[in-house]
C-alpha cells in the first residue's frame, strides 16, 4: 500500500453565475490528495495522511477519498478549518492564493504522526505541506523513520507564492532529496529550484546522495528520467488540453501505479532497474496525465480508461 502525505484542500475555481457574473466554485484538491486519488482509481492499495478537518470542507475532502477508494485509516480529524486556494488560470495554467494558517493540516506535528503498519510498503510526499513548521517538520521526520525500509517518493510542486523563505525551503527540498528514492519534478519546479543548473547536473547531484530515479515532467514534450546507469525519455501524449490541473499529480500516481504492477515498487528493484521497466512506467505516467488535462479540474482516469 502506498501512503500519500501532504495537502488535501478546497480549490475555487473561477467559474461565472447565471448572470455571467464572476464566481469561484470549490472542488477538492491538493497534490498530494490527487496522487491519492489517482493511485485509488487505478486499483493501487492507497492511503492518506495529514490532518483533516471536521468542517464541511473536510467532509467534501473525506468523501473524494472514500470515493476514490482511499484508506483513510491514517488520517486524524481536527477541529481546525480546511486549506483553501483560490485557483486562477492563466493560459490553461493554474496560478493560486492560499488560506492556510492554523489548517487542520499546517499544524499537524510530530505527536500526530502515525505508527506505520507492514501494510505500507511505499511514503510519498510532496507540496506545500514542506513548506512551514510544525507540519513541514513532522512530515521530514516521518520520512527519515519510514525511509529505513519503505520506498520513498518526493514531488515537491512548489507553490512560490506561500514561500516566505527560499533559503530554508531549498535546504528542506535537499533533505527530502537525500531521503527519497523517486524524486519527480515539473519543468517549473526544476526552474525555480535549479538557479541555472542543467537538469542533468542536479539529478547526478541528487543520485549520487542516494536516490534511484529522477524525473523531470515537460507537459506536451514528454518527460525524462536519469538512474545513475542510464537515461530515458518519452514523448507527451497528444491530448485536447481543458486546463493542466492535476496532470503532474497523475502523471506521479501512473508512474507508481505501473511500478506497483510490475512488483517492481522495491529499493532493491529501483536501484538496478531494467530499462523497459522505467520507460512503460513513464509512459503509463503519460497517457493518464493526457487523460486529465482533457478535462476540467483534477479528475484522474479510473483504471478501465487506461
Not at 473524494?64 to 477508494?69: D, G, R
Request: with cysteine; aromatic share 8%.
Amino acid at each position: 500500500m502506498i501512503l500519500c502525505c501532504g495537502d488535501a484542500l478546497i480549490d475555487f475555481l473561477p467559474a461565472q453565475t447565471a448572470t455571467g457574473a464572476p464566481a469561484f466554485q470549490p472542488v477538492v484538491g491538493g497534490s498530494v490528495h490527487n496522487v491519492a486519488i489517482a493511485l485509488g482509481r487505478m486499483a493501487v492499495p492507497a492511503a492518506y495522511f495529514s490532518g483533516l478537518s471536521s468542517d464541511f470542507f473536510g467532509e467534501q475532502i473525506v468523501a473524494s477519498l472514500k470515493a476514490s477508494k482511499v484508506s483513510l485509516d491514517y488520517a486524524p480529524r481536527f477541529d481546525r478549518h480546511t486549506t483553501l486556494a483560490f485557483v486562477r488560470m492563466e493560459n490553461g495554467h493554474a496560478r493560486y492564493v492560499f488560506v492556510d494558517d492554523a489548517s487542520a493540516g499546517r499544524l499537524l506535528t510530530v505527536a500526530d504522526l502515525p505508527e506505520l503498519g507492514p501494510e505500507i510498503t511505499c511514503v510519498h510526499f510532496g507540496s506545500i505541506h514542506l513548506i512551514r513548521d510544525p507540519v513541514a517538520g513532522a512530515m521530514e521526520v516521518l520520512a527519515a523513520r519510514a525511509s529505513r525500509d519503505r520506498v520513498i517518493t518526493f514531488d515537491p510542486n512548489i507553490r512560490p507564492t506561500l514561500i516566505t523563505d527560499r533559503k530554508d525551503f531549498l535546504k528542506r527540498v535537499r533533505g527530502f532529496g537525500q531521503v527519497a528514492d523517486i524524486i519527480k519534478l515539473s519543468d517549473e519546479d526544476f526552474a525555480w529550484l535549479a538557479d541555472g543548473e542543467s537538469f542533468e547536473t542536479v539529478a547526478h547531484r541528487w543520485l549520487s546522495r542516494g536516490s534511484h530515479l529522477v524525473i523531470l515532467t515537460e507537459g506536451e514534450k514528454g518527460a525524462r528520467a536519469l538512474s545513475s546507469r542510464r537515461t530515458w525519455t518519452v514523448p507527451g501524449v497528444k491530448a485536447q488540453v481543458v486546463d493542466t490541473v492535476g496532470a503532474g499529480d497523475t502523471f506521479t500516481a501512473g508512474v507508481l501505479a505501473s511500478l506497483h504492477a510490475d512488483g517492481a515498487l522495491t529499493k532493491p528493484a529501483l536501484a538496478n532497474p531494467a530499462p523497459d521497466l522505467i520507460e512503460r512506467a513513464l509512459s503509463f505516467g503519460a497517457r493518464a496525465a493526457a487523460i486529465t488535462v482533457s478535462r476540467a479540474g483534477a479528475d484522474p482516469p479510473w483504471r478501465r480508461e487506461l
